[in-house]
């Protein structure tokens, strides 16, 4: 045995020797094409000098920056495919060592087991108990059907027995999501950009999304068992805030939009006007054959209820606690408030510098902005102005939220590495730092205080609002995403944690060893109730 360890420990440091190899080749071919790059660079420029001093062509001028253009771009898709050759060779590395780790827990699992035997009864290894104080959270379930990057999940406070949620994607959709196998997902496919956020109502069935195609779509959800749109025109009726009846349905098209790049960054245009109750509710259309792999049928939404515009991109917009009125972030560095039932924009303010997010408070007329210059404001409307701005971090400030439990306490994570939990009545400096191994993306803090912690390098643990670690999350390549992971959710009932990952595409769903245990549990599978049976 002994044997043995020594081989697969001489295996492993040949493995990482090999890693470390792959990344100084890596690292000196991006100078090597640095050091290309900037000598093309010198040469298009000293080209330009001497075509302005003899005269030359305009005509001539273009065609040689057009070929030197072109010949950058195949630089650049050259470094993108050896990138994804690298990222290949990265993947096999980490399941070699996956392997290998496996190898050495069993084998130390089987080493502690005779350490137990041989101890009196009751006692454990101080090595066992500290692993004990931190669970893993296991896999339940996996929900794929995007088929782009996610960038935001939240819950649906309307949709408690289900655990349903709602998710924000590169594909240009948002889609709504439950754990029960006979619901349907509903998928929003009206945006001609990329839908960077998705926010519930508070109380009705209707939900916000936010995109690059520099507007902000209010559409309704209806129920499972609801019926479709008749054809027949239907009188047009103001949009109302309590659910929506079955007379109230329009077929009228929403405003018409400008021709958008597939990026959503095409150029700045002004603020289309929205007619009051001109624009309808969702219509359904007929349930896709293809259903996702948990078997619930696909229903696309195609119509919005309200459209409400910026110059640039929408980075977040989510719905002030009484439900009438939407605050909106966009990169024309601008922070709108909206009035729902008018359509039009009641207060303008200045971000001042480009923001990331918005959270708005449960029960106060109060909102919280997240940075790109390390910065998040307190913003009170009352006064349209910002009654608090911190630069509490050295790098952008991904998420800024408030805690449900303590009006006074402030939660912001950041590229730094870092989430700090702040307090309003003192903002010399933070109350608690949380450090972190990589980049922490959009994070998720429950009303009970856990906080669940997004990383770069594919981690996700779970602390309270005192740094204390409470968990992680399973990082291994069977378990876990296969990319880089943009966000978490809780559920209402804090049961069950969800993970987005940007290149696998997918929402993961997590619980803790115990509450997963449940055979009844709803985001298990008919296959994991019987293995869990087992």
């Known amino acids: 045995r002994e044997m043995e360890e020594k081989k697969w420990e001489k295996q492993r440091e040949k493995i990482e020797k090999d890693i470390e190899k792959l990344g100084r080749d890596h690292d000196r071919k991006d100078k090597e094409r640095e050091r290309t790059i900037e000598k093309e660079i010198e040469k298009i420029e000293k080209d330009r000098e001497e075509r302005s001093g003899e005269g030359v062509s305009r005509n001539e ?18 470094i993108e495919k050896e990138f994804e050759v690298l990222w290949e060779e990265n993947q096999e590395m980490r399941k070699r060592l996956d392997s290998v780790k496996k190898y050495q827990d069993h084998y ?15 006692s454990l290894p101080s090595r066992l108990l500290k692993k004990s104080r931190l669970p893993e959270w296991d896999r339940l379930t996996n929900f794929i059907g995007h088929k782009d990057g996610i960038w935001e999940i939240r819950s649906c406070p309307w949709e408690t027995s289900r655990n349903s949620f709602v998710t924000a994607s590169c594909d240009r959709t948002a889609r709504l999501w439950s754990s029960d196998a006979t619901a349907p997902v509903y998928a929003y496919v009206n945006h001609k950009g990329s839908v960077n956020s998705a926010r519930c109502h508070p109380s009705n069935r209707i939900v916000c999304s936010a995109s690059g195609d520099h507007s902000v779509h209010v559409w309704r959800v209806p129920k499972a068992d609801e019926k479709k749109d008749k054809k027949e025109d239907r009188p047009t009726t103001p949009f109302n805030w309590s659910p929506l009846p079955e007379e109230s349905k329009t077929d009228k098209a929403p405003p018409s939009m400008m021709d958008l790049k597939n990026s959503g960054m095409s150029n700045s245009f002004g603020n289309l006007p929205v007619q009051e109750g001109s624009t309808p509710p969702t219509v359904l259309s ?8 948990k078997g619930n049928s696909v229903i696309t939404l195609t119509r919005s209820v309200v459209e409400l515009y910026h110059q640039n991109v929408v980075v977040a917009a989510e719905f002030m606690s009484t ?3 939407i605050i909106s972030a966009s990169w024309d560095n601008t922070i709108k408030e909206w009035n729902l039932e008018t359509g039009k924009c009641t207060l303008d303010m200045d971000a001042g510098s480009d923001p990331t997010n918005v959270a708005c408070h449960n029960s106060q007329p ?3 902005s997240s940075h790109v210059d390390g ?12 009654v608090m701005s911190t630069r509490g971090h050295q790098e952008i400030v991904t998420t800024a939220c408030f805690f449900a439990g303590d009006e006074n306490v402030v939660v912001t994570s950041s590229d730094d590495r870092s989430v700090k939990i702040w307090d309003k009545r003192n ?27 997004p990383m770069d390098n594919l981690q996700t643990k779970i602390c309270d609002l005192n740094g204390n670690m409470m968990g992680r999350l399973k990082s291994d390549t069977r378990h876990a995403h296969r990319g880089q992971l943009t966000c978490v959710a809780w559920s209402i009932d804090e049961s069950v944690v969800f993970t987005g990952g940007f290149s696998d595409r997918s929402v993961i769903a997590w619980a803790k060893p115990n509450y997963a245990m449940g055979h009844n549990h709803p985001h298990l599978t008919p296959r994991a109730r019987t293995l869990s049976k087992s």
């Open 108 to 122: 130390n699992e089987s080493k502690s087991s005779q350490e137990l035997n041989k101890r009196p009864s009751g």
């Open 366 to 368: 109060l909102f919280l």
């Open 375 to 386: 910065s998040f404001k307190l913003w009170d409307l009352k006064s349209a102005t910002p």
């Open 61 to 78: 001028m273009r065609e040689k920056y057009h070929n030197q253009k072109q010949r950058l771009s195949d630089l650049f898709d050259q």
């Open 323 to 325: 439900g009438d009125k």
């Open 427 to 453: 903002m010399k400096g933070p109350r608690c730092v949380i450090r972190c191994s990589g980049g922490v993306n959009k994070m998720s803090v429950s009303e009970s205080g856990s906080i669940a912690i």
């Open 286 to 293: 007929s349930p896709l054959t293809d259903a996702n792999p």
